[in-house]
């Protein structure tokens, strides 16, 4: 497992943003990962993440996180099965709040949802030759991005 996160404060300039009255806020990003090997040839992961309330020049973005899980099977030294889900609570959006003496909104994007990818994978050559390292799962495919 491994976990980091990350905290700081923001200032914005009113000289360069545009706006009558200098802003500042404190914020953080929190990201986790949980391996599990039961066997030789399974292996989970679990991976979230979290961003925290972010201040922007006329109103701020809202906190969101992600969570994406996966699963790999090997068949052998060549073959094996990999399925992963993406944004499994279906949490990933960036809504933000606009707030200026002459406009107030609230813009929400969203991403496509949930997300289930499985594929297949197989290595040609000498399986006996050069170690291969175990190939890592790739959750960011733009489903959790909006949450990042």
């Known amino acids: 497992y491994n976990a980091s996160a990350t905290v700081y404060w923001n200032e ?6 545009g706006i009558s009255v200098r ?3 404190t914020s953080g990003t929190v990201r986790a990962n949980l ?3 039961p066997t030789p040839n399974d292996f989970f992961q679990l991976n979230g993440n979290y961003s925290g309330r972010q201040l922007v020049a006329q109103g701020y973005r809202e906190g969101a996180g992600v969570l994406n899980l996966g699963y790999r099977r090997k068949f052998s030294e060549r ?6 889900a993406q944004n499994v609570l279906d949490t990933a959006k960036q809504v933000t709040a606009i707030n200026t003496p002459l406009i107030r909104d609230r813009i929400e994007q ?3 949802g949930r997300i289930f990818l499985l594929s297949a994978t197989y290595n040609f050559g000498n399986p006996g030759g050069r170690k291969q390292r175990e190939p890592g799962f790739e959750f960011d495919s733009g489903a959790g991005a909006a949450a990042q």
């Not at 073959?79 to 992963?84: E, G, I, R």
């Open 23 to 25: 802003r500042s806020g």
């Open 79 to 84: 073959f094996s099965l990999v399925l992963t």
């Open 110 to 112: 969203r991403g496509p």
């Open 35 to 37: 391996s599990w090997q």
């Open 12 to 17: 914005i300039d009113p000289r360069t943003a």
